[in-house]
């Protein structure tokens, strides 16, 4: 019979408890006086709020971020590191602090007891390291950097996310919070940009899942209805002023939106139809809902969200490129007023290996929006 394991706590509960209990006593005592900030940020499902019972079975458990001043995770770091090695208790809560790896060319970790020192999930770092290994971030540091309209357009919002989520349980320095602070959200004329872009690529396809059906594609019209359903969720996204995580988590994230319990069944409706007809009018009720919602944000001049014609073809659609111009009228920075209408990196590409590596991510979206040298 299996041994029933601990009571499962979502991971940033757990955290807390990691450093209420055990690692700010232990800092206390040792490093009396050192000024530090204690978090969970990063990667991980934790820190989006999306964690199970099913995360623990791998690189999830007691983890902590710590970040000291440069010159103090210089001179304490590494002694620092081992101290919690040596003093942290071997479980919380039935849950251990200890990782061990199953392979040692697999850097993921899993959870295991362990009679000896703790190889533990706290890091030791300076803000500015840590943000400036986070894809896109970079140009953040120093804290003084101007941050371009280029810098922001080329930072994925799951990183975004996984920076500006789950909680900070001390901060002496205030570094990571005005860090957390900066990156909200973005700034006003940006976010009306990225809205624009976002019903442009609306705009570009409502009108593919008539034509696919028109010629028998009956599989291509679902296809695109998938992509049009996707691009709904990720508007209602950047109208909740909430940044979307990448692909596992995105029905989540809409989810916990308000308008999710009016929308999803539309959407949904428009997902499992096995016939056009069916698949355009649920997609229409879609597109009537979120245009509704756009007009409530009083970000542009209301336009008027019913469905209709798409030209002379007998396709129902919504004509999003009317709200483009809507929104593209009220962006008064010229630099915003000049971008193509491809939005941020992850709204044209979403190629996890790509979205990672920094230097192929920047260098194309300076080959789309040219120099920019304005700061937002």
């Not at 570009?204 to 992509?227: I, M, N, Y």
């Not at 508007?235 to 929308?263: D, Q």
């Amino acid at each position: 019979m299996t041994k029933p394991g601990p009571a499962f706590l979502p991971g940033l509960t757990l955290s807390r408890i990691l450093y209420e209990e055990a690692v700010r006593p232990i800092l206390d005592g040792a490093y009396p006086g050192l000024r530090y900030a204690a978090a969970r940020v990063g990667p991980g499902s934790e820190v989006l709020g999306f964690d199970t019972e099913r995360s623990a079975d791998h690189e999830w458990g007691p983890r902590l971020d710590l970040f000291l001043a440069p010159d103090d995770v210089a001179a304490h770091g590494a002694d620092l590191r081992r101290l919690l090695s040596d003093r942290l208790p071997k479980q919380l809560r039935g849950w251990p602090t200890h990782f061990r790896h199953h392979d040692p060319a697999d850097p993921v970790g899993y959870m295991e007891l362990t009679d000896g020192p703790v190889d533990h999930r706290i890091s030791v770092d300076h803000v500015g390291g840590w943000l400036s290994a986070r894809p896109g971030l970079a140009p953040l540091v120093p804290e003084s950097a101007e941050v371009t309209v280029a810098d922001w357009l080329a930072m994925p919002q799951q990183t975004l996310a996984e920076v500006t989520g789950g909680a900070v349980f001390h901060d002496g320095p205030g570094t990571l919070t005005a860090a957390r602070r900066r990156l909200a959200w973005y700034p006003d004329q940006l976010w009306r940009h990225l809205l624009a872009c976002q019903w442009q690529r609306i705009s570009q396809e409502e009108a593919f899942a008539g034509r696919c059906a028109e010629v028998g594609d009956d599989l291509g019209s679902a296809v695109v209805t998938g992509r049009l359903v996707r691009d709904l969720m990720r508007i209602c996204l950047l109208l909740g002023r909430r940044y979307a995580p990448y692909g596992k988590w995105l029905g989540s994230a809409f989810g916990r939106l308000a308008v999710a319990e009016r929308l999803t069944p539309s959407l949904r409706g428009a997902l499992a139809a096995e016939a056009y007809p069916d698949r355009e009018r649920h997609l229409c009720d879609a597109y009537e809902t979120v245009a509704a919602l756009q007009n409530g944000t009083g970000l542009a001049e209301p336009v008027d969200p019913t469905r209709r014609r798409y030209h002379s073809r007998p396709y129902q659609v919504l004509r999003a490129d009317r709200f483009v111009q809507a929104l593209r009228e009220t962006i008064t920075d010229p630099e915003v007023r000049a971008l193509p209408l491809s939005g941020s990196v992850d709204q044209w590409a979403d190629n996890t290996d790509f979205l990672g590596r920094r230097g192929p991510r920047r260098a194309a979206v300076d080959a789309l929006v040219g120099p920019s040298q304005g700061k937002l």
